[in-house]
Every structure is written in C-alpha cells, then in structure tokens.
C-alpha cells in the first residue's frame, strides 16, 4: 500500500471517524437480510476498540430522496451490536448539534453509528461543508468502505482533506490483493467476465488484455462477440453500439497472443422467463426465435479445464440468468471449478458473482471475494479510486 493503514496511527482514546459500506439488502420487516458487508468491516472495529478508540461510523444505505424511513440504520445498528458484542449507538441524523454533542460525550471502547448519509444530498455532490461538518466529529478519518471507494463523496474523499486520513483492514486487503494480482500475477492468469453488457466492461477488458494469458467471456455479453463473428444469435442480448468494438478487442487479443475463449455451446429459451422452456444448442446454430440465457455443458467443461490449470484467476459476471435455476448450472460451474482449484490465488470480483458464491456456499473456499462491484470493476480496469486516492501518502 502506497497510502497510510491503520499501522500508521496511533488510535488510543482518539475519535475515530470510519467510514463503513453498510448498503446491506433489508428483509420483508426491515431486518439485515445478509450481514455479509457488515462483517466485514468487523477486523478494523475491533483493532479500533482493542486500542481504545471512540469509533463513529458512517455508511449509505440504498438512494433515498431525502428522509426516508425504511432506509434508516437502526437494523444494521442492532446486527452490527450482535457481531460485536458491544452496544451500538444509532443517532438520529449525522450532522448537526445533537450527533456533535453525542460524539463529545463518547468514552474510549464505545461504538456510535451515524443515520444514514444519503438522506443530505451534499453527500453524493461531495459538498465541502457538508465534508466539514462531517470530519469534525472526528480526529482520524479511516475508510474501510470498499464498496464506494470509486465514488468522490463527501463521506469517502471530502472528509479525507480535512482529516489524517488512512485505509481500515478491508479497504487495504482489497487493494492488495486485486493489486498484487493485476501486477505480479502466478500464471496462468486467467480472466472470467460476464454480465449483460460489453459497454460496462469495454475498460476491463481492455486493461486485461494487456496483462492476462487467457480471456474467457460468457454471459449476455457473449452474444455480441459471437455476433461479431457474423454468427447469427436470434433474439440473445445484443450491444449493437460496440459491434465493431468486440471485433476490435478480438483482433487485439489474437495480435497479443492471449487465448479469448467464447461459447461453443448455449442454453436458449423462446422467452425471458424462470420456467421457459429451454435446449442446448451450438452458437452456431441458435434459432432465430430463441435467446442465449446460459453457456452449454460444453463451454462448462472448456471453463473447467481452464480454470484448473490456472493459477491466478479474476471473476466478474456471471455465465447466465443465474437467479433462475434453469440457467444457473455456467455460474455454477465457474464457482465450483474456482474453489476446486486450492493452488489458485482466485477472485471474485464482487457484485453478482459474489451474490453466486454466497448463495453457493462456496465463498470461504475463494481467496478472495471483493465487497464492491463498481469499485472492483473500476480497479480492474486501472483507473484510480477517489476514496483511495484521497487518503494520505505514506
């Protein structure tokens, strides 16, 4: 890490202000329905509270206009109380008199979470006094959020220009780690995307291709490189706009040597639809009134013998319509042959592919699964984050 962590402060009876990515999914009644976020924040918490800090946190939770009831933090309070095993007090708002008089009466050890940040606008127009009154509440700025690390907010680059600002145990192990693979990778290294559209992922691929050994594309967005082939693909996703694009990136691959590994073989539907009925295909044989909804027990197998002979693999998107079981089995295929595969350094670039491998069960057996999918993407994709570049120089 090029930028300050916790090491490099001394914490003891300091008002730490943190700020977290509690953006976590609510239940039916309003209660934390995956803690996943939550926990991971855990790690900084505690080296804060084993060192004697008044710890205040921060988080957003969903897009509000304004107040808005059923996004407040009281659940996430509560739950985050539970893991600690300590008492977490919710404040009603996250600036004004009243957080700053609660804030002044805090003992080392004790832990206070902000109301939720996006109920001001001033947070996403990264307002400078809004910035102000935020880092006033504290004395050390720690960010730990991932997850918003690629928005410029106030909460996550404002406040840092106030504040001796440094990087929680989260926010440096995801930059080490997605750091280390994109720079000094074991090889093979091998890349996995997927998701609907090339236009998200133009950036990534692009960075990829100069530092990956294979390129392996699936999802919706595989249906317009096949196009690009002058395959026909009948009613499958399609990003006309960047045709020409995928044409473009798959020259560059073969003029690179790097192996772009595309269908053989899909899963096609006549309708976007959990129970539509479905049959496996050849790409090159899609019928003109059918979609592509998942790659084929063919490409599961090419995907699985690449992934087993690699040793540095990154994940982002899934194979198909993984929330439908009947076009999950390429998203599972993926997951398991990763976490088969114990001599990989593999990652999983947050987002869907996370939400897959947690509903698989098999995100303990992955190195890495990453907590943000906008902000691992933009990594992947070289660009500077501003809630990381905002933290102060070692």
Known sequence: MAKKTLDDINVSGKRVLVRVDYNVPLGEAGEVADDTRIRASLPTLRYLLEHNAKVILMSHLGRPKGVTESLRLGAVAERLAELLGRPVQKLDDCVGPEVSAAVQKMNPGEVILLENLRFHPEEEKNDPDFSRALASLGEIYVNDAFGAAHRAHASTAGVATFLPAVAGRLLQKEIEILGNALDNPAR?????????????????IRNLLNKVDTLLIGGGMAYTFLKAKGLEIGKSLLDADHLQLAAELMAEAEKRGIKLILPVDVVVADRFAADAAKQIVPVTRIPAEQMGLDIGPQSRQVAEKEIAAAKTIIWNGPMGVFEWEAFAAGTGAVAKAMAENTAAVTIVGGGDSASAVEKLGLAEAMTHVSTGGGASLEFLEGKELPGVAALSDR
């Open 188 to 204: 093979p290294f091998l890349a996995i995307l997927g998701g609907a559209k090339v236009s998200d992922k133009i950036g990534v």
